[in-house]
């Protein structure tokens, strides 16, 4: 069976859906004719047409708010943003209008909003953020950020059935750089549930997006020093899947935080908390937060590599964590 | 590509049956006598909670359009359109529960005053944040579009909402898309303190249709008989296929900007003024000339309004507040 | 010698630097003849003229853009949000123009954005938000809040005299509910320094903005019990004084972190993940941490009054906390 | 209130001397030059950090316009400008190393090739968010009014760019305060694979001009000579207090939407069509026509840019890339 990669594995999720469900359709720029920026939505003009696959003006607010307008009446709109960073531009939307719509008049926003986030691609400040924190604050929105192929397209088919604004950050470091086996089944990855990607005893990482692949480098480099990391994937980042967070502290004690955010009002810092207050008195250690340095993006390969989390930092804290 | 410069103001006397005309003449004086009713009496009497905003003066606007409303068209009002909820059917005692934050009010409890909303009667709910609504709209004229129903939507501003970034950004898309939509505009000369010269250059709001390539139209937004044909040819256009229309009609805020600013920075003069144009006199001696109603008439509905209201103030006072724990109900899907 | 509320001496704050430092202006809605919505700038178009106090069109992000773009020519800008909630409208050029400015090409971008935040007034969610964690993964922006009459003075002047970004938090629920004298000479209270309202052995209340009052509440009720509460008011979330915070953690060895933002995602996270990591081997208990609960901000009396942390559930929890 | 419709395409053979012509020529040369060397060899070479924009056919926009430029006048540009640049005499040395990332670059290797700025030379650094630009620029012209100063600010932007919130909102203060600024349109027809009539309904950027109260007027991009007399009126206006234009200079962007991009969605014949009409023959053949330069000075003129390239290439390839630590520095201020 051929391999699938993270972009391929996206593109399916969205396909299946669209066949299945008349009421799902995208929007977003240059998503049209061009199959998008980095070519997720490659092919669904031809197959879909015009009106399901909607080339919009740059204009990130009114493409969300189309996109809320447009769930009132029946639809499953998928927003796709070119690079995940302009969902700034469309901030308003989603925390204001999507975001309290169920709680304040019962009307819910079952919408998608995708986007290629993170870096390693010598994108820049502006190309290569990871935007989860900005949002984390706003109950009502659901956000997950798959790891896998497997997950991508998973993740992506639930976020489209979900009944409630899901924003979707696809790392576009992984588009092209993994690839797996992927079932021939219809199948979805629920929203809200973490994965153990890797069984320890000795730490445990608590991680997501591209970054799960940096902690399991390390923890393989490290299972050769006999220390045995466990390594969590969230998968979704909000809400959170508390019980795996908790159940894997209690179980190695020690736990990493590891995050592609920069570090300060990362959502690391919720993850943090919710041990430091409910798996306390099982903690062996200091809870120990891996992360960017408070900076933006910088664009030059000798500082984006500073900048980003790297294999060595891991095993460098997580050594440090173990001896602790 | 229409381009046609904003059209003059016409007031029109065409042939609007009596019966319509008695129609909107019940739902203006309705709504005047609601929002009167909630300013000036529960809201003193310390019944509402949190802050009002009437749209005394203007009620021609919101019930001389959304009147023409389809069963399966949708609007989204703004602030000052309490009309347009009355004629969705929206009860009057669910809105007087609603400004007294019970839990039979349309939200429940959960958001303020004005923003109601409920997907059975085709009313979404206004978000404090102005014109973020735009964009919504539009997206339920692009659904009605793709599935090809002849649904429209309607979509009102004040003059002051204009001005933001959404605003243009969910006409552009609506008029890029040729979407079957109206954009309807209270110009009322303030947006709070801030009058029009120092919110747009241009005149008139709907100067500003030619940069979307769509039909602009000032209307007398007290003469209730204009804002009536008005609307009605613009939703007609957009049910046709034939796009977007923005439709301004010309009015002035009777009141502060809320119930607790006393306008002081508009000249007296021109509460003056306008008091001669308010639409409801306006109507019911048009419709006097013409013999179309009497005063009697006029008092019976009145009092008819009087004790519907009487008797939703009552319900509503009679309605429980909400459960302290509904705080944490209803914001993600429930099965 | 006259007391001065919250409101006035914010008001203060600003005229004082507006007549010592020409650069100094002010734009915003109904800031000029009306005088803002909340009566901050009461007076000032008269005092200063319409040149240096400008009613601005509904544009939240246009007037955020044009304070920077006035700020790289040399002016000093203050923009007043008529509520905060509506910062989310200018959220792309806060985070993106103004916060990214210096870092990529070293132009600082010295504005304040300040506007009212907090509830208890039945604003319902789009009147009575607290946005700071919006803003707290976007290295470049500096975040205060105040909680008494002194340091909202004292920390206007500072924010307008710093040389980078400064969002400015004042709870409308504080405007007029407190008062006190204010020095006669010029002072500024300087960003990014927390301030002990309180001492205290037992355990620690950190926290900020008008729940600063409630922790107080709380301590004094607590104080019959013989339970000694320090109550560290942080008046800066961003960047955090870290020392502050460190240093009550190991003196009193509990932690309840107090914040009147929703519970997940907000600023407390990052506070206690600090605490978690460097000053673990001082804790006797876990990191508890208080606030609402994830909804928006619902409008009635009775949802408003069970969603806000009262002084009761401050007293419980301390109280729990110390018998821990 | 100018109300005018967008003026027709003017191409004006004015009194431009000699001297300005051969500058415009110089600059539109040095600016294809460099985006020649580094799309098509560094890039290819792999010298080139991350993707690169360039304005291949538009040349004449940015050249033409910011030629006006006094010295403290002040200039946001957009990815498609690099003419500007040149012309605010930042050297060709930084920006070469700019586009390699390394330290002596514009930016330091803090942020990506045409995100350039730098204050000395009043050239402020494009965000890649689309329009963002346009209320900075309009608040470096609210300082300049108010301070009484007689500068300008010229803000650039694509068509695409257009559809933004922020590009509304930013005209409009702009306009309600009449300050000195005037909006630059490179209109090349599309953004990124996205024609025109899928971003705006009406057929010229400059039929918006009108809902801002301002003159709009549409150019020939191509004919540097059209651009620097249109761009001289808006700019002077803009000067002497009479408030913004909006200028849209026709255009094609003769490339894809960046290095990666083959543009497949673009009819061939556009190209062929367009190359007919590029802006530095164009202008040669002019000024050889007129007896204002023979080829042998062009040949030269290609001969010295070539060797200023040379230099900033092999000067930016010894410079050395940014320290790690480095990516520390400069978040905030330091004394
Ligand atoms: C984005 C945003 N900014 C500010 C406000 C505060 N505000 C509420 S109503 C109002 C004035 C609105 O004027 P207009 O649109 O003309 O409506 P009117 O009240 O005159 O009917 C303002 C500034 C808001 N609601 N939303
Ligand atoms: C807010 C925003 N959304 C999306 C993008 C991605 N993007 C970069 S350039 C571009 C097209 C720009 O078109 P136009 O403004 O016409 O400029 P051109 O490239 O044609 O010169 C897009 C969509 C962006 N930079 N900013
Ligand atoms: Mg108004
Ligand atoms: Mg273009």
């Given at each position: 069976?051929?391999?699938?990669?993270y972009?391929?594995?996206i593109?399916?999720?969205?396909w299946e859906?669209?066949e299945?469900?008349?009421?799902?359709?995208?929007?977003?720029e240059?998503?049209?004719?061009?199959?998008?920026?980095?070519k997720?939505?490659?092919?669904?003009?031809e197959?879909?047409?015009?009106?399901?696959?909607?080339d919009t003006?740059?204009?990130?607010?009114?493409?969300?708010?189309?996109?809320?307008?447009?769930?009132?009446?029946?639809m499953?709109?998928?927003?796709?943003?070119?690079?995940?960073?302009?969902?700034?531009?469309?901030?308003d939307?989603?925390?204001n209008?999507?975001?309290?719509?169920?709680?304040?008049?019962?009307a819910?926003v079952p919408?998608?909003?995708?986007?290629?986030?993170?870096?390693g691609?010598h994108?820049?400040p502006?190309?290569?953020?990871?935007?989860?924190?900005?949002?984390m604050n706003?109950?009502?929105l659901?956000?997950?950020?798959?790891?896998?192929?497997?997950?991508?397209k998973?993740?992506?088919?639930?976020?489209?059935?979900?009944?409630?604004?899901?924003?979707?950050?696809e790392h576009?470091y992984?588009y092209?750089?993994?690839?797996e086996?992927?079932?021939?089944e219809?199948y979805?990855?629920?929203?809200?549930?973490a994965?153990?990607?890797?069984?320890?005893?000795d730490?445990?990482?608590i991680?997501y997006?591209?970054?799960?692949?940096?902690?399991?480098?390390?923890?393989?480099?490290?299972?050769k020093?006999n220390?045995?990391?466990?390594?969590?994937?969230?998968?979704?980042?909000?809400p959170?899947?508390?019980e795996?967070?908790l159940q894997?502290?209690r179980k190695?004690?020690?736990?990493?935080i590891?995050?592609?955010?920069?570090l300060?009002?990362?959502?690391?810092g919720?993850?943090?908390a919710?041990?430091a207050?409910?798996a306390?008195?099982?903690?062996d250690?200091?809870?120990?937060?891996?992360?960017p340095?408070?900076t933006p993006?910088p664009?030059s390969?000798p500082?984006e590599?500073?900048f980003?989390?790297?294999?060595?930092?891991v095993?460098e804290?997580?050594?440090?964590l173990?001896a602790? | 590509?229409?381009?046609q410069?904003?059209?003059?103001?016409?007031?029109?006397?065409?042939?609007?049956?009596?019966?319509?005309?008695?129609?909107?003449?019940?739902y203006m004086k309705?709504t005047?006598?609601i929002?009167?009713?909630?300013?000036r009496k529960l809201?003193?009497?310390?019944k509402?909670?949190?802050?009002?905003y009437?749209g005394?003066g203007?009620?021609?606007?919101?019930?001389g359009?959304?009147i023409?409303m389809?069963?399966d068209?949708i609007v989204?009002p703004?602030?000052?359109?309490m009309?347009?909820?009355?004629i969705?059917?929206?009860?009057?005692?669910r809105?007087?529960?609603?400004y007294?934050?019970?839990?039979t009010?349309v939200?429940k409890?959960?958001?303020?005053?004005?923003?109601m909303?409920?997907l059975?009667?085709n009313?979404?709910?206004f978000?404090?944040?102005?014109?973020?609504n735009?964009p919504v709209a539009?997206?339920?004229?692009?659904?009605?579009?793709?599935?090809?129903?002849?649904?429209?939507?309607?979509?009102y501003n004040g003059?002051?909402a204009v001005s933001?970034?959404d605003?243009h950004?969910?006409?552009?898309?609506a008029?890029?898309?040729?979407l079957?939509i109206?954009?309807?505009?209270?110009?009322?000369a303030?947006?709070?303190?801030?009058?029009l010269?120092?919110?747009?250059?241009?005149?008139?709001?709907?100067?500003?249709?030619?940069?979307y390539a769509?039909p602009g139209?000032?209307?007398d937004?007290?003469?209730?008989?204009?804002?009536?044909e008005a609307?009605?040819?613009a939703?007609?256009?957009a049910?046709?296929?034939e796009?977007p229309?923005l439709?301004?009609f010309?009015?002035?805020?009777?009141t502060?900007?809320?119930?607790?600013d006393?306008a002081?920075y508009?000249?007296?003069?021109l509460?003056?003024?306008?008091q001669?144009?308010d639409?409801?006199?306006?109507l019911?001696?048009?419709?006097?000339?013409?013999?179309e109603?009497?005063?009697?008439?006029?008092d019976?509905?009145?009092?008819?309004i009087?004790?519907t209201?009487?008797?939703?103030?009552?319900w509503?006072?009679?309605?429980?507040?909400?459960?302290?724990?509904d705080t944490?109900?209803g914001?993600?899907?429930e099965?």
């Amino acid at each position: 069976m051929a391999l699938t990669t993270y972009v391929e594995a996206i593109r399916q999720g969205i396909w299946e859906e669209m066949e299945s469900d008349e009421r799902v359709f995208i929007l977003g720029e240059d998503v049209g004719i061009y199959g998008g920026a980095f070519k997720v939505t490659k092919g669904m003009l031809e197959h879909f047409g015009r009106e399901r696959v909607i080339d919009t003006p740059i204009s990130e607010s009114a493409i969300v708010g189309a996109a809320i307008g447009a769930s009132y009446v029946g639809m499953r709109p998928i927003v796709e943003m070119q690079f995940i960073d302009f969902i700034s531009c469309a901030f308003d939307q989603l925390t204001n209008f999507a975001a309290k719509s169920r709680y304040r008049w019962g009307a819910g926003v079952p919408i998608v909003v995708r986007g290629p986030c993170g870096g390693g691609v010598h994108g820049g400040p502006f190309h290569s953020q990871n935007v989860e924190s900005f949002f984390m604050n706003t109950p009502g929105l659901k956000i997950v950020a798959p790891s896998t192929a497997y997950d991508a397209k998973g993740l992506i088919k639930a976020a489209i059935r979900d009944e409630d604004p899901v924003l979707y950050f696809e790392h576009k470091y992984l588009y092209r750089r993994i690839k797996e086996e992927l079932p021939e089944e219809n199948y979805i990855v629920p929203i809200g549930k973490a994965v153990i990607r890797r069984e320890g005893r000795d730490l445990s990482i608590i991680t997501y997006s591209a970054v799960t692949h940096t902690a399991l480098e390390a923890s393989e480099a490290l299972a050769k020093e006999n220390i045995e990391i466990e390594v969590l994937d969230l998968r979704t980042i909000l809400p959170l899947d508390e019980e795996a967070i908790l159940q894997t502290a209690r179980k190695t004690n020690k736990v990493i935080i590891l995050h592609e955010a920069t570090l300060t009002g990362g959502s690391g810092g919720e993850i943090a908390a919710r041990i430091a207050e409910k798996a306390f008195e099982y903690l062996d250690g200091p809870i120990v937060r891996i992360a960017p340095p408070d900076t933006p993006v910088p664009y030059s390969p000798p500082l984006e590599e500073f900048f980003l989390p790297q294999v060595e930092d891991v095993i460098e804290a997580a050594r440090k964590l173990a001896a602790y | 590509m229409p381009k046609q410069k904003a059209a003059e103001r016409k007031i029109s006397k065409m042939k609007i049956s009596k019966k319509t005309k008695k129609e909107l003449l019940y739902y203006m004086k309705l709504t005047r006598s609601i929002e009167d009713r909630i300013e000036r009496k529960l809201y003193r009497q310390g019944k509402i909670v949190g802050g009002v905003y009437v749209g005394r003066g203007q009620e021609a606007i919101g019930v001389g359009s959304a009147i023409h409303m389809e069963e399966d068209d949708i609007v989204a009002p703004t602030h000052r359109d309490m009309g347009i909820f009355l004629i969705r059917g929206i009860s009057v005692r669910r809105i007087i529960a609603q400004y007294m934050g019970r839990k039979t009010g349309v939200t429940k409890g959960k958001d303020a005053n004005m923003h109601m909303g409920d997907l059975n009667h085709n009313v979404i709910a206004f978000v404090s944040h102005l014109a973020d609504n735009v964009p919504v709209a539009a997206g339920c004229a692009l659904a009605f579009k793709m599935r090809g129903e002849k649904r429209v939507a309607l979509c009102y501003n004040g003059d002051g909402a204009v001005s933001r970034g959404d605003w243009h950004e969910g006409v552009n898309l609506a008029t890029v898309h040729k979407l079957p939509i109206v954009f309807f505009i209270n110009n009322n000369a303030y947006a709070y303190s801030t009058p029009l010269n120092l919110q747009m250059a241009v005149e008139n709001v709907a100067d500003r249709a030619v940069a979307y390539a769509m039909p602009g139209e000032i209307v007398d937004g007290n003469d209730v008989l204009a804002v009536y044909e008005a609307s009605e040819r613009a939703i007609r256009r957009a049910r046709q296929g034939e796009g977007p229309s923005l439709v301004e009609f010309k009015t002035f805020r009777m009141t502060g900007h809320s119930a607790h600013d006393d306008a002081g920075y508009v000249p007296r003069e021109l509460f003056e003024e306008w008091q001669k144009r308010d639409p409801i006199p306006k109507l019911e001696t048009f419709m006097k000339k013409e013999g179309e109603i009497t005063q009697e008439e006029i008092d019976n509905m009145q009092k008819e309004i009087e004790e519907t209201i009487d008797d939703a103030v009552q319900w509503a006072e009679n309605s429980p507040f909400p459960d302290p724990e509904d705080t944490l109900k209803g914001v993600y899907y429930e099965e």
